[in-house]
């Protein structure tokens, strides 16, 4: 994931657009969302931390949208 972008939104993404974002393509970005940011806000996590759970998500299990806690898909 090198050369990669951060995308934000407070209200998270649709499941059609986090598929349209990976569907045969290399990832090079990954979602954010309020609950994110709301994490980094109440200093459960630093933006660091954070960004970093998610690299690794989308570098080892192909995910860019996931819960920085227990890195699981935040659409199911």
Same mark, same amino acid.
């Given at each position: 994931? =090198? #050369?990669?972008? @951060?995308?934000? $939104?407070?209200? #998270?993404f *649709?499941?059609? *657009?986090?598929?349209?974002?990976?569907?045969?393509?290399?990832?090079? %970005? @990954?979602?954010?969302?309020?609950?994110?940011?709301?994490? &980094? !806000? /109440?200093?459960? =996590? %630093?933006?660091? /931390?954070?960004?970093? $759970?998610?690299?690794?998500?989308?570098? %080892?299990?192909?995910? &860019? =949208?996931?819960?920085? !806690?227990?890195? *699981?898909?935040?659409? %199911?």
């Amino acid at each position: 994931m =090198y #050369g990669r972008g @951060i995308f934000i $939104s407070i209200n #998270g993404f *649709s499941p059609d *657009s986090v598929q349209a974002l990976t569907t045969g393509k290399a990832l090079k %970005t @990954i979602l954010v969302d309020g609950g994110d940011l709301v994490l &980094i !806000i /109440e200093n459960m =996590y %630093t933006v660091k /931390e954070m960004l970093n $759970s998610k690299i690794k998500a989308a570098r %080892t299990m192909g995910r &860019i =949208y996931v819960n920085p !806690i227990n890195m *699981s898909d935040k659409n %199911t």
